[in-house]
């Protein structure tokens, strides 16, 4: 197949997953964005009941993958049996991935896969992470560790055409669409020399389908809305009192050219601040019970909880229901979520370990590309008290002699680059504590006795 039919066929496929906002990716992200189904309303409801239903939208999934994305950084890339970064780790700092390695965890937990694309490149070799809603690959197997061939969105031109990138084993194909919507045409071809198609697949799950975690969520999504809609209905009609009056007379529209003529009129206008009086001696008003809406809340905090125990997340993330509680009760709160956390670091790991070899191989460092021992390392962002672990880690190096610098990284909130300035500034510390102890030495030591004065010749 050539590169244009190649395109054109991945550009059908990448379609049928994004474009119908009703399955799929596009379904994903319509939920995403808050377009949720409107909660259900009887067939010529007034425009004041619709109104209401588009205020019953309460978005809590973006929430879900926002706290698992924000426990999962990568803070290190070290060689087996080394306590520095390795090579590699320049190329991560120069494509700033310290903030761009969001968009390949987020986009693999909300759609179920993402892809990072790497490429040879000066300084340092590219490293891109890309949205799922613009890129597409295609296994031969689904537990293959390179895809065939792959294809990525990029933009429009300065003409208005819109480009693809297309990737296979060999080379970056460049092509475009003009505004016009015509054939594609190949515009470059790029070798790349890597000998694999340049995607790494980031995926949520390594068995089954990859859904993601929000496309199980929908319809408790939806259950929530409908709660909500229910509640804010009662609020809206039922909390208010209703009055309720007999013994009247009611009077009929009698002028011809009213659109209600002959229909009866409303005797009173109901409002908090009005009274209803009546002349009629029979006239009797009374006024109906308000709702009470506790019934409506405990259900839409039922909805709550039971969304979080489906996600795996402590309810309190999404309730904030929790105050004034220790760092060991709070860790222990969200023992679940970290569990959770703990099962993507393995996956996710596998995957960016895979990126960081492939952008040693196209920085043409063999040594570091074949290195299957090195490892990524997280940041611990467990929730758990500084002084207890500081004294934790402290009994750790005085009583079971475990060095000072390895407990370094176990200190909650420590990143490679605090470690490394520690071991400058105790590099430093120690030169300056064996020059002082040699000038100590050198003063203590007793000045030899003086040679006798020798006789002046001729004397």
Known sequence: MS????????????AALTSDPNKGNGYVARYLRGEHDPPYAPRGAKAEYKALARKSITNWLPLISETYVKGLFVDGY????????????????????????????????????????????????????????????FYEDDDDEWPVHGLRIKGRSADGAQLFEVYDDQAVHLLARPKDRSRLTLIRSDAHGLGVCPLVRFRDRLDGENRGVIAPLIVLQDRINEAVFALMIALQYASFRQRWATGLSIPIEEDEDSPLFGQPIEPFQAAIDRLWVSD??????????????????????????????????????????????????????????????????TIFGESWEQTLRLAALAAGDQRSALDLSAQVRWRDTEARSLAVAVDALGKMVTMLAVPAEAAWERIPGVTDQDIERWRGMASSADGLAQLADALTRQSATPALPAEPAQPAIGA
């Open 280 to 345: 009629s001696p029979d006239a009797k008003f009374g006024s109906f019970d308000q709702t009470d809406v506790t019934g409506h809340l405990e259900t839409y905090g039922s909805g709550v909880r039971t969304l979080a125990a489906i996600a795996q997340l402590s309810p309190h993330v999404l309730l904030g229901d929790l105050v004034n509680l220790s760092a060991d009760a709070l860790a222990a709160a969200e023992a679940a979520t970290q569990r959770k956390i703990g099962e993507y670091e």
């Open 78 to 137: 070290r060689p087996a049996k080394s306590t520095t970064n390795a090579r590699p780790w320049e190329f991560w700092q120069a494509n700033r991935l310290d903030a761009r390695q969001t968009i390949a965890t987020r986009g693999a937990l909300e759609f179920g896969a993402s892809y990072v694309l790497v490429l040879p490149g000066e300084p340092a070799p590219l490293i891109r992470p890309l949205s799922p809603l613009k890129t597409i690959a």
């Open 3 to 14: 590169v244009v039919g190649l395109a054109e066929d991945l550009i059908s496929q990448h």
